[in-house]
């Protein structure tokens, strides 16, 4: 007969590998290595062994039995998970506001970036087309991205990574240096996507 804490255990698991599939916020690798790893931890709980596996690190190993990848793939679902700020991608197209009518210029662009506020770090993707490139953007650009170093290169709060944490209760201090020395983890952790509601269909009488 299974045990309450075992069945307790069991459910608990359950319910968080349904989280896990429904979570927006992770991608394909990340969920896999995320039920993974959920898996590997219900066994660990169950049989008792879960803090010498965990402190050798051994657990990290059969994911990549489990999952048929390497260590390589596990670095880089941990790295791709580490909380920061990640400005939104560089435009091919000129960004500047048009005179006569509404709306931005939209030709290709044949320079391109992302500029930084000095204060806050926040970065807005800008391109400029032939017509429209000139001197003094690419100063003003220059200039801001120098204050912004000089202030220490501050960042606003993070909008990407930290979903893994949400469902695996581990030392990520650890296994973001592990994954990536090169990186520090920011502080904050964005605050999750809601999944998409569904539609519920209820079948019953007259007592529903």
Not at 22 to 33: E, I, V
Not at 153 to 163: C, K, L, M, Q
Request: aromatic share 6%.
């Amino acid at each position: 007969m299974m045990a309450s804490t075992d069945l307790k255990a069991l459910m608990g698991s359950h319910q968080r590998m349904i989280a896990i599939c429904h979570d927006p916020d992770l991608d394909a690798d990340a969920k896999l290595f995320a039920l993974c790893t959920v898996a590997i931890m219900h066994d660990m709980i169950t049989d008792g062994s879960a803090e010498g596996r965990i402190k050798r690190g051994r657990w990290l190993s059969e994911v990549c039995a489990m999952t048929g990848r390497d260590g390589h793939w596990v670095r880089e679902v941990i790295r791709n998970d580490i909380p920061r700020y990640a400005p939104p991608e560089p435009t091919g197209y000129c960004t500047t506001p048009m005179v006569g009518r509404e709306g931005l210029c939209g030709k290709g662009a044949i320079i391109r970036g992302i500029e930084r506020d000095p204060f806050t770090g926040e970065g807005t993707p800008y391109g400029y087309c032939s017509r429209h490139r000139n001197h003094d953007d690419d100063w003003r650009i220059q200039q801001q991205i120098k204050q912004w170093n000089q202030n220490g290169r501050p960042e606003p709060a993070p909008n990407a990574g930290g979903v893994l944490r949400r469902y695996i209760d581990i030392d990520w201090a650890r296994l973001y240096h592990w994954a990536a020395p090169d990186m520090t983890p920011a502080e904050v952790v964005q605050s999750p996507t809601l999944p998409k509601p569904k539609l519920v269909v209820l079948q019953g009488g007259k007592d529903v």
